[in-house]
Structures are given as structure tokens and as C-alpha cells.
């Protein structure tokens, strides 16, 4: 049985410094990851999705890394700011009809 | 483009009543997932449908809840006499192709409606 696991559950860190938000899941055999950041009482915002092929994606400050093998991905957000703050999900594909399973998320918050 | 579109966004509902929660995909897009977030817990996956079809319906509590996509129109979760513990946010995603097409699977969420229940 799959299961995600974020660690840590919450992050404070001051603006400017570099985010590293983990992800580890139990089962190697996924199709695909996907990163999301969640706003207090909105929707999710997809941020990168790795193929289970792929070990990194890029955008922007945001870099995700995949490492199927031990059942990990990091997303780096570099130069964090204020805006920020939210609530960061990983969530994996494990199969074909493609629904997600979540972690339980990352809560984040950059000070100024 | 427009994003995926729930309404309503907050719904009350006293226990015993329907609640009917409806999902407008996005232009193009053919495949609907339906997630829950109950409060203080992660997203839990309900539902997936096709147009008039329900793929996966594992995730989805075996009484009083429904799920349809017509062909015409929004798909439409539905519960039946709801309970407090039904209090929830329920997200709708949807994606372009389904993973057996495609590997690449990225899904796209709507805002959520919340439902609470009196």
C-alpha cells in the first residue's frame, strides 16, 4: 500500500533564504509526482510534475527532484519570499487511471 | 482559458438534506477527479469519470454518495442525507487525457466547494 510522507509538517524560515520541502513515498512504481501549493481556504495550485522517466523539473525558483529508486522528491524554492506562504502538497500516481494519492503537506511560512 | 469552476463555493446543509456539488472542467479537458479534504486530514481521492462513464469509483464511501458526467453539463457529486461528519472540502481536478494515454497526467484543480453540515 502507497503511502506519501512530507516532512517537516511546518517551516518558517526568513525571506531570502533557500526552501527544501521533502517527499517520500513507499512504493518505487509511480507514474508521476506532482508538487501543489494550497492557499488557506482555496484550491490547489499545481506547481511541476516529474514523469516517473525524469528526475528534476524547473520553473522559475521552483526545482523538484525525483529519485524513484529510494522513494523521494525535494522541491527547492530558491530566494523564498513572504508570498510564498502556503501550504506545499506532494502527491503521486501510482496507477493508470491516474488519481492522486497525497501527502499530508508542508505548511510554510517566509517572514519578512 | 478558463480554470476548473466548482459551485457553490460554501454550502450548508442541515443533516438529512442532499447536497449537490457541481465540477465544470476545463475547454478540452474529458476527465474528472473528484478529492475530499475532511478537516485536519490530507486530500483522499473519490472519484474519476470519463464523459458518462465512471472509471474508479474506490475512493467513494459506499452509501448515500453519487457521482455522474454527463455528457452535456458539469459532473455532479451528490450526497444523500448528509451527516456532520460529511463536513469536508470537496476538489474537483481535471486533466486533459487520462494516464492510459499519457504519462504525462497533469491534473488541474478547481477552487473547492465547502460543505458544512448544521
Known amino acids: 500500500k502507497q503511502e506519501v510522507t512530507q516532512i517537516p509538517a511546518a517551516l518558517s524560515v526568513p525571506e531570502g533564504e533557500n526552501l527544501v520541502l521533502n517527499c517520500s513515498f513507499t512504493?518505487?512504481?509511480?507514474?508521476?509526482l506532482q508538487w501543489f501549493r494550497q492557499d488557506p481556504g482555496k484550491g490547489l495550485t499545481s506547481l511541476l510534475l516529474?514523469?516517473?522517466?525524469?528526475r528534476e523539473q524547473t520553473s522559475g525558483r521552483l526545482n523538484a527532484s525525483l529519485d524513484k529508486s529510494s522513494g523521494r522528491s525535494t522541491l527547492y524554492i530558491a530566494a523564498s519570499q513572504p508570498g510564498d506562504s502556503a501550504t506545499y502538497l506532494c502527491?503521486?500516481?501510482?496507477?493508470?487511471?491516474?488519481?492522486?494519492?497525497f501527502g499530508a503537506g508542508t505548511q510554510v511560512v517566509v517572514t519578512p | 482559458n478558463a480554470g476548473v469552476m466548482q459551485n457553490p463555493r460554501h454550502l450548508v446543509r442541515r443533516r438529512g438534506q442532499e447536497a449537490r456539488l457541481r465540477c465544470s472542467p476545463m475547454?478540452?479537458?474529458?476527465?474528472v477527479y473528484w478529492y475530499r479534504q475532511l478537516p485536519e486530514e490530507g486530500l483522499k481521492f473519490m472519484v474519476y469519470l470519463q464523459k458518462e462513464n465512471i472509471i474508479d469509483e474506490s475512493g467513494m464511501p459506499k452509501e448515500r454518495f453519487s457521482a455522474e458526467f454527463p455528457k452535456e453539463g458539469p459532473s455532479i457529486l451528490r450526497i444523500q442525507q448528509v451527516v456532520r461528519g460529511d463536513s469536508a472540502a470537496y476538489f474537483c481536478?481535471?486533466?486533459?487525457?487520462?494516464?492510459?494515454?499519457?504519462?504525462?497526467?497533469?491534473?488541474?484543480f478547481g477552487p473547492g466547494t465547502r460543505l458544512t453540515v448544521l
Open positions: 481536478a481535471s486533466s486533459p487525457v487520462g494516464l492510459k494515454i499519457s504519462s504525462y497526467n497533469e491534473q488541474f
Open positions: 502527491a503521486v500516481t501510482t496507477d493508470s487511471w491516474g488519481k492522486l494519492q
Open positions: 516529474i514523469q516517473s522517466s525524469q
Open positions: 475547454k478540452g479537458h474529458s476527465h
Open positions: 512504493d518505487s512504481a509511480i507514474y508521476n
